[in-house]
């Protein structure tokens, strides 16, 4: 059963941008802390950034921090972006979004996810 639906995934060349989406299927996620992942081969899981249930804070980790915004919309859809700007061949890595009560860096908290989208940033 899938819970969230990530799209907007591709190639671009480094210094590019991509915008990320991510809706829920099946089920509001309304108050629900969101956040972005990241998985490149042979590593762990990645924090990327996160937004609060009413979308008032945000969090980002230090390697995408002035590069990266995360947002939501909270209207029916409760639709979570990751605009991602200047972006590094080092940014290459499969991306997902995870929903949880309360915000937490730790994927391993996460109750719901997205079953990933590719970004691959060529040099």
């Known amino acids: 059963q899938v819970e969230l639906v990530e799209s907007g995934g591709g190639l671009v060349q480094a210094g590019g941008s991509l915008r990320l989406s991510c809706a829920p299927s099946?089920?509001?996620?309304?108050?629900?802390?969101m956040a972005w992942f990241r998985q490149a081969p042979g590593k762990e899981r990645a924090f990327v950034a996160g937004?609060?249930?009413?979308?008032?804070?945000?969090?980002y980790a230090d390697s995408v921090h002035g590069r990266f915004t995360i947002s939501r919309d909270n209207n029916a859809k409760n639709t979570v972006y990751l605009q991602m700007n200047s972006l590094k061949p080092q940014d290459t890595a499969v991306y997902y979004c995870?929903?949880?009560?309360?915000?937490?860096?730790?994927?391993?908290?996460?109750?719901?996810w997205g079953q990933g989208t590719q970004v691959t940033v060529s040099s």
């Open positions: 995870a929903a949880r009560g309360i915000f937490t860096t730790d994927p391993a908290e996460y109750d719901y």
């Open positions: 937004i609060s249930g009413g979308g008032h804070s945000t969090y």
């Open positions: 099946g089920r509001p996620f309304s108050g629900y802390a």
